[in-house]
Every structure is written in C-alpha cells, then in structure tokens.
C-alpha cells in the first residue's frame, strides 16, 4: 500500500476565521473581491457597525498566486464587466478575438465549416493567460486588506459533528517515513464561521466534503476531460493575434470525445492544445500522445513550422453539467468554480461561470456575516442565486449536451441537434450519465481493434521539433516538489495494480497521466513479476489519475504547499 496518513500526536495552532476560501483561482479571487466590495460598501453606509476584513483569508497551494493556472483561455468578458467595470484598461489581455473557425479533421485533411457553428463563436471575447490574469486578480485582492496565504494547501476540513468548521492547511517539513524534519511546522486550523472551496476541477477538499455528506446523491456523476496543452512561439505573422481555431475529429475516432484549439496571443506566441474527454474505452489511450498526433496533422505542423515549444501543462475540466452539480451550500461551507462543476462544455468555457459564482458566493458570505448565520438555511441560499441568475440561463439549455456522447461522435453530433432544436430537452429533460472509469473496456474487449487508434495509443516518441515524448514535455511544465515528503499520490491496493489491473486493464495509469507519475518496474519479489513505481515530483497536479483510475483506489491529496507546475504565461 502506498499510503500519506496524518501525522499522530501533533498540536496545530489555531487561528480564527470569518471566511476561509480555499484556491487562489479565477472563482476564488472573485469570491474575495466581491466580498470585500460588499464590506467596503456597509461600512461607508454603517459607520460604527462596520465589518472587518482582517480574519478573511485565501489558501493558495501555488507557491505564487496563477502558478497552477492553467487552462485554454479564452475570457467571456460578462462576469468580469459586472465585478470590475473598466477592467479592461489594466488587465493582462493578450488579444480580442478578432476571428474563428471550426475545422474537422481527417488523417490527412482539414475541412472548414462555412459557418462557426454559434456555441463556438467568440467575438467579444478575450485570449488571455489564465497564470497572469490570476496573478493580476490577486494583487487586486491583496489592495483590499485581505490576506492571501500563498503555499499552503488546505489538507482537510475541519467539523463540528456535520458542520464545515474550517480547515486545516498543510503540515511542513514531513520526510518519506511521515517523520518531522528538522524545519518540521504543523499546519494551521483555521476555524472558520464559512468555508468557501474553490479548488478547481476534482477538489480534494470538495472530494472529502462530497464524500462525507453524500452530496452526489441523485445527481449525475460528474464526468471530466483532459486539456493537454503546449504553448509555442511562431514565426511573426503565422497565427494572429485574437485568431481563434478549433477542430474536431482526427485524431480522435468516432469512439472517443474531445477537440483542439489554437488561439492567437501576442508577440507571436499561440496557445495550442486538445482536450480528451475522459470516457473513452480503450485503456491504452494516452491524451498526452493524442495532443503529438494532432500536431503531425498537415494543417496543424505547417501553423508551427519553424517555431517553438516553450511551456506545456495539463489540467481537467468538469464536463458533468447541471445535472452533475452537487449543492452548493450547507452548514458551514460552499461549493464555486470548477470544484461544483460551472463550464459550458458545448462551449468549452468556465472562467466567466467560476468568477460570478465565486461572486455569488461573496453575496451569500456577506449576508450570512450581517446576520450571523452560517447554517445551511442561509448558505444554502447560493442555489438560489444561481438559479435567478444568467448562469442558470447559460448552463441549463445544454445540460444534457455531454451525456450525448456517450455512445460516440456521430451519435453525439445528432443529439446536439436535437438539443438545441428543443432547447436543451432533447429526447427527456434528464439524459443519464456514467462515470469515465466506467467506460474504460478491458483488454480482450479492444485488443485487436487499434490499428484505426494507433495515433492515441501508448507513450508517444516525439522527433524533438514538432512533437515530444512525455519527459520532455514534462520538463516544460516546471513542475518541483519537495522530493523528501510523503507521496501525495494515495494508492489504497497497489496489489491490484501488479494483478487484476495488469491483467484487465494493461495499467492504464501509465498511459492516463501527462506527466509520467506512474510506472510498472520489475520486481522479482511483488505479484506477477512487477510492481507499480511512483514519480510524485513529476505531477502536474491536473488529477486525472484520481478520475480515470478503473478500480477508484488512486487518491490525489494535496502535497507539501508550494509544489507543483510553474504555468508561467500559460
């Protein structure tokens, strides 16, 4: 068993909180700028009834704010312009969209669509870098007098029988044997009247709190891909500024999900990746490899002859919908962003959705500190907000956009159709959904069948020019850990990962991560020969292991605060 348990016998100090959010993303920073424009605003109206900033806080695991933000991006500017009129005029923008196209692709063709179907049209938008618009959000916070604690992870949350009552972050200075150092610092207890999670896609904090109170219950599961992405410098004038282009089809087969984008930046850098959705059968498919055969595409290797690969990262995105978020609110505690699941799939956006929930969520803390309740009949009233607001508008039409797919593209294609003929209805309000790991085939059901997905399967080469094995993307990211801690990977039976797995599955977790994490090594002494071998410091912390692992004995847990991918300009 390859497992990280809590230290015994250690004191955590204790500090008080009004408000605890946990992640330093678009919905967290957005959480706390609305929160204190609500305070600054009664305390102008209410002097000698104000409210204090001091005993709000924001845990960030990134040793900087934006260092672990990752995504496409493009920025639907309507969230934005409600929490920061004239944002415009200081914010980190690379580019206003100034084109796009939607291209499907064949082996060796690309066709264009005469029209950009509407759900992909992005006039208005804004092609940023998700790491410096964070960073420029968080300096925003820090003005206010809310302090963010950069580096500290929140390891688990703290309760009060069912009640959320705070959280404690990381403890310090932990060696392999989960023995104190000599820099050894017991993390903090935060105690905290409300609890706000904003720890993007697959949330270890929302896992646990999901987990514990049974949140998914009659609710869809939630479902993910993975966005495997590389940013290149170019040639001037090869891709625009603001151009925007997304492709579906090769390399993908009409058996999985999933598309690619390529948006324009400035000073010639471009933003290029593909997305796999998480739900595909056979479990030798390694989306780090489908991103490498997308680039030998005619069409995408003569956009990125003669440039080069300069960052490269992977992160997941909530793909579930509305019927796979959980509630929002509770004793004590609040879900936002991509941990409750706010993207438009259809779109492939949830940067503007993360930031007005974080900005809901603001409005729900505020009331909840005016009157002094923090019980689930007051925040639970986040729903509420939600539900009255553009992003039920927004969301609710395609709420059953992704389930479509489940049986394939061509099927998938027809049911989106249908969807936005009937306005989301389709053939009933509700499509089922089921986990990915559970559409994972084993082995004798695909064995045989991957001449036709060869370009998806297992480790891809890589010439060095175009396109690069694992490591060397790997080494792009800027990932470092602290090598002496315990693995922040959780593997509960690793004697199923050198048995049933090997055997059903072919360890798919070699081919499932983008960063290398785990490998199958000889040994003379474990079941079958070999035994699985772990590269913890390699992680990029995107948590496709914790989703697409068959047997759901992979945990991602947060490591010592401050480790992980550096997405400079990402």
């Known amino acids: 068993m390859i497992f990280r348990t809590p230290m015994e016998g250690i004191d955590h100090p204790e500090m008080e909180a009004d408000v605890v959010i946990v992640g330093g993303g678009p919905a967290g920073m957005a959480c706390a700028l609305r929160l204190s424009q609500l305070i600054d605003a009664h305390n102008t109206a209410h002097p000698g009834a104000e409210l204090s900033k001091e005993n709000i806080y924001v845990l960030e695991k990134g040793r900087e704010i934006g260092q672990h933000c990752l995504s496409g991006a493009l920025l639907d500017p309507r969230s934005m312009n409600e929490l920061l009129p004239g944002w415009r005029d200081e914010a980190p923008i690379e580019a206003e969209v100034s084109s796009d196209s939607l291209y499907y692709m064949t082996r060796k ?40 604690f950069s580096g500290f992870a929140g390891s688990e949350l703290l309760y009060d029988g069912e009640r959320v009552a705070g959280v404690r972050t990381d403890d310090k200075g932990v060696d392999k044997s989960n023995q ?49 992405k590389e940013l290149w410098e170019l040639p001037a004038g090869r891709v625009k ?29 471009v933003s290029l990746g593909f997305v796999t959705g998480l739900d595909y059968p056979d479990p030798r498919t390694d989306p780090q490899h489908v991103l490498q055969s997308f680039k030998q595409h005619p069409f995408v290797a003569k956009l990125l002859e003669g440039g080069k690969m300069v ?80 992003i039920r508008q927004e969301l609710f039409p395609v709420r059953n956009f992704h389930q479509g797919f489940e049986h394939g593209f061509l099927s998938g294609m027809l049911n989106t159709g249908l969807l936005m003929a009937t306005g989301g209805h389709g053939l009933r309000d509700r499509y089922p959904a089921h986990s990915g790991h559970e559409r994972m085939l084993p082995l004798w059901d695909i064995m045989g069948h991957g001449g036709e997905r060869e370009q ?69 002494d474990a079941p079958n020969g070999r035994r699985i071998h772990l590269n913890p410091s390699n992680c990029v912390h995107c948590k496709t292991c914790d989703i697409m692992d068959p047997y759901q004995i992979i945990t991602w847990v947060p490591p010592e605060g401050g480790g992980g991918p550096s997405y400079e300009g990402m």
Not at 249 to 265: F, H, M, S
Not at 479 to 499: F, G, S, W
Request: charged share 20%; glycine share 12%.
């Open 109 to 148: 063709s690309a066709f264009k669509a005469p029209i950009t179907p509407p759900p992909m049209q992005d006039h208005g938008n804004y092609v940023i870098s998700i790491n410096r618009f964070a960073k420029w959000l968080g300096a925003k916070v820090e003005e206010t007098g809310i302090t963010i």
């Open 241 to 269: 500024p603001g151009e925007v282009i997304y492709t579906m089809g090769y390399p993908l087969t009409t058996r999985e999900y999933g598309g690619a984008w390529i948006y324009g930046g400035k000073d010639n850098t």
């Open 311 to 390: 960052r490269y990262g992977a992160k997941t995105m909530p793909y579930g919908g509305w019927w796979s978020m959980p509630p929002l609110g509770g004793d004590g505690w609040m879900i936002v962003g991509d941990s409750a699941g706010f993207l438009n799939s259809q779109r492939l956006k949830g940067i503007h959705l993360a930031i007005k929930s974080g900005m809901l969520a603001a409005e729900t803390a505020f009331e909840s500190l005016i009157s002094g309740d923090s019980s689930a009949s007051q925040l639970g009233t986040l729903q509420q907000k939600v539900d009255a607001s553009w």
């Open 456 to 524: 998806l399967l297992g480790w891809a080469k890589g010439d060095g020019k175009l396109t690069f094995d694992k490591l060397t993307d790997l080494y792009h990211s800027g990932t470092r850990h602290e090598e002496d801690q315990p693995a922040h990977l959780v593997i509960h039976d690793t004697n199923i990962c050198a048995t049933r797995c090997a055997q059903e599955f072919g360890n798919p977790c070699q081919f499932f991560c983008p960063a290398n994490v785990y490998e199958m090594e000889e040994a003379s």
């Open 180 to 228: 104190p150092k000599g820099n050894f610092e017991p993390g903090y207890d935060l105690k905290s009247k409300i609890t706000i999670l904003a720890e993007g896609s697959r949330g270890s904090l929302t896992k646990q709190l999901t987990g514990k109170l049974g949140l998914c219950k009659d609710r869809n599961p939630m479902t993910y891909g993975v966005g495997v």
